[in-house]
């Protein structure tokens, strides 16, 4: 049984940026329900005291959601980042083992 561990670094890299691409759809879609939701005004009215209550409560509504999803977005913007460096890094280790084992060998 082998203890070794296989990072296959390219694919980090691919996930990164696959994440990254992800995250930035996500971002489009989410501006473009805003604009969605903002075109249909106030379709409850405002003739009554059930409208009234809806319209009053709606744009707290809206500012909570489009808050979650900015903390959301703020906290997947770093993962690709994330990804880049531990290929990177995991690659100067790889790389810094394998130079000291050839000195080891040659010693």
Excluded: K
Aim: glycine share 6%; charged share 20%; aromatic share 6%.
């Amino acid at each position: 049984m082998s203890n070794e561990l296989y990072v296959d670094r390219d694919q980090l890299r691919r996930s990164a940026q696959g994440m990254a691409d992800v995250h930035q759809r996500l971002q489009e879609e989410h501006r473009r329900f805003v604009a969605r939701l903002a075109s249909y005004g106030r379709p409850w009215g405002n003739n009554n005291g059930l409208s009234q209550a809806i319209d009053s409560v709606a744009p707290v509504v809206q500012d909570a959601c489009t808050s979650c999803h900015e903390e959301n977005h703020a906290a997947w913007a770093d993962y690709p980042a994330g990804l880049q460096v531990h290929a990177a890094t995991h690659g100067a280790a790889e790389q810094a083992a394998t130079e000291l084992s050839d000195q080891y060998r040659q010693v």
